[in-house]
């Protein structure tokens, strides 16, 4: 007897690249405030002296800043054609 391979959870190029979107909306929804100050990772927490390498706290937090600065217009464009491409093609 052989089994069968079904294809429903292939992996493939496009849910690598859907993954990848979906962390990007993540990061670009985060809200200082609300979500990060709550966890320590406000602005406040970022303070460092002149001269210091920031810390992995830091180079965080300025990834998500720039993130949901740069990414916020080109995001909405991505998610349309995914969206499109989820409704025309299942």
Known sequence: RRLRQTN???FTLYSLIQA???????VAVLHEERFLSKI?????????GFGDEPGIRAQLMNLIRSVRTVMRV???AVNSVC???LLLFG
Do not use: T
């Open 8 to 10: 429903n959870m292939a």
């Open 20 to 26: 990848a979107i979906l962390c990007v909306n993540a």
């Open 40 to 48: 320590g990772w406000g602005v406040d927490q970022n303070v460092g």
């Open 74 to 76: 080109p995001l909405i």
């Open 83 to 85: 969206i499109v491409l």
